[in-house]
T-cell receptor
């Protein structure tokens, strides 16, 4: 599984757009990029997943450049409730079990 | 629809004691996982199962055993607890080879 590197922490203010970048220089051809969100004292929650270019859902957007060596999670107009740890994961998802490898994540603090 | 539930929520053990953590899911998912999360760290996979009656080792399996006798339940056992096993344990389930794992609320275990 490819190793990922993310900023340890980020601060933002309510209403701003937040972009969290993840580096994955050793990503393999079959790897997908997935982001999870974890609130204190809760289990992680799936946010978004992509392979290339751009993916958007009701929560976030995921931007993946052509070389796929990095990706950016974009959270539009954050609120206080978006304060959480965000994990970037890279791996192959198949019938062998879909083992997820979580790094340290990015601790996002949204201030009023 | 309760999703993924874990029992118990908290537990304190003395070194050498044994215990079993229960994970139950009502989504008819094939895949189930056990992770541990140490303070300030990401999750690490202990064991997983791709179906009833099957189990496999994850990243940190030593000191733990698992069983999947019923599709909806995944048990994690500690035969002889050690202080190094103090952690928060999360169970997750997924539908087949889906990348989206659903996590339980966690069990906070302290071994003294």
């Amino acid at each position: 599984l490819a190793k990922t590197t993310q900023p340890i922490s980020m601060d933002s203010y309510e209403g701003q757009e937040v972009n969290i970048t993840c580096s994955h220089n050793n990503i393999a051809t079959n790897d997908y990029i997935t982001w999870y969100q974890q609130f204190p004292s809760q289990g992680p929650r799936f946010i978004i997943q992509g392979y290339k270019t751009k993916v958007t859902n009701e929560v976030a957007s995921l931007f993946i450049p052509a070389d796929r060596k990095s990706s950016t999670l974009s959270l539009p107009r954050v609120s206080l409730s978006d304060t959480a740890v965000y994990y970037c994961l890279v791996g192959v998802y198949n019938n062998a079990g879909n083992m997820l490898t979580f790094g340290g994540g990015t601790r996002l603090m949204v201030k009023p | 629809n309760a999703g993924v539930t874990q029992t118990p929520k908290f537990r304190v053990l003395k070194t050498g004691q044994s215990m079993t953590l229960l994970c139950a899911q009502d989504m008819n998912h094939e895949y189930m996982y056990w992770y541990r999360q140490d303070p300030g760290m990401g999750l690490r996979l202990i064991h997983y199962s791709v179906g009833e009656g099957t189990t496999a080792k994850g990243e940190v399996p030593d000191g733990y055993n698992v069983s999947r006798l019923k599709k909806q339940n995944f048990l994690l056992g500690l035969e002889s607890a050690a202080p190094s096993q103090t952690s928060v344990y999360f169970c997750a389930s997924a539908e087949g080879a889906s990348i989206e794992q659903y996590f339980g609320p966690g069990t906070r275990l302290t071994v003294t």
